[in-house]
């Protein structure tokens, strides 16, 4: 069930980064399915193929690292060049793994810090002089990390949080453009590589669930409605803002246990 018409976004123009798998790939499914020209991006270009393969005719898969800022203006350009000017750019290539501070490398830590903030820099600032101005509309894919701390996610928080800082500040910058940018967070989904990382155990995932207060993942289509809601005309007054998607998981614990005693 959605709210949204059929073909809305007819005649619009979408790239999305990290768009071949996960949250991205059903984002950029369901732009296809409300009429938009789609491209996703993504390292592996096998990947690429079939995810563009996946979404539809006409659909663009290009190969690219987001940290690499001359293969992202290089693939934006490509999409720009076969599709036509930009009107949508999501930026969700992203990197996690599960480790304390003191057992993670420099190295790894720079890693995710270039793939999540750098590479998401990378797209929007490649992105700008292609979009269709005004009227374009940025996303950022974030998540909770950006706002509460998480053992064994250093990197991740930190990453995170310079992301919602940077969709504010672009905001701010790109407005009297007609560029609006905002980000998405979104909680627990089912399906996707980054919980199968977090929650390795079916024990470990009912436990998670019982803290949310929806007491359920969320699921990739309900992201990708989210992401339809901020690119459409219903959302052309909201910018610099950060849209939760989490089932109230950011709220704080919701679990019956975490409740006992406070009645």
């Excluded at 768009?19 to 690429?48: C, D, F, H, M, W």
């Excluded at 003191?102 to 992105?127: C, E, K, P, Q």
């Excluded at 919602?164 to 909680?187: H, K």
């Excluded at 007491?215 to 610099?240: H, K, M, N, P, Q």
Aim: overall charge neutral.
């Amino acid at each position: 069930m959605s709210a949204f018409k059929d073909n809305l976004l007819a005649g619009k123009v979408a790239f999305v980064a990290g768009g071949t798998s996960g949250i991205n790939l059903g984002i950029a499914r369901r732009y296809a399915e409300l009429g938009a020209k789609v491209a996703v991006a993504g390292r592996n270009p096998q990947k690429a193929a079939a995810a563009a393969g996946s979404i539809g005719a006409g659909a663009l898969g290009l190969s690219c690292d987001v940290r690499d800022y001359g293969a992202i203006r290089a693939a934006l350009e490509q999409a720009a060049g076969t599709l036509g000017p930009l009107d949508i750019v999501i930026s969700g290539a992203a990197g996690n793994f599960v480790a304390p501070a003191m057992g993670m490398s420099a190295n790894g830590f720079r890693t995710v810090v270039d793939i999540d903030l750098n590479g998401t820099f990378n797209v929007f600032r490649a992105s700008f002089d292609l979009l269709r101005r005004p009227g374009a509309a940025l996303i950022a894919i974030t998540a909770g990390q950006a706002i509460n701390p998480a053992p064994l996610q250093a990197h991740v928080c930190a990453a995170k949080a310079g992301i919602n800082q940077l969709i504010r500040v672009l905001a701010m910058e790109w407005g009297p453009s007609g560029v609006r940018v905002n980000g998405i967070s979104p909680g627990p989904i089912a399906g996707t590589e980054g919980m199968a990382r977090l929650t390795p155990t079916d024990e470990a995932a009912q436990a998670l669930a019982g803290r949310i207060p929806l007491r359920r993942y969320g699921e990739i289509a309900e992201v990708a409605e989210s992401a339809v809601f901020l690119v459409s005309e219903s959302a052309r007054y909201v910018t610099g803002a950060i849209l939760d998607c989490d089932g109230g998981s950011q709220l704080g614990d919701a679990s019956e246990r975490r409740g006992v005693g406070l009645m």
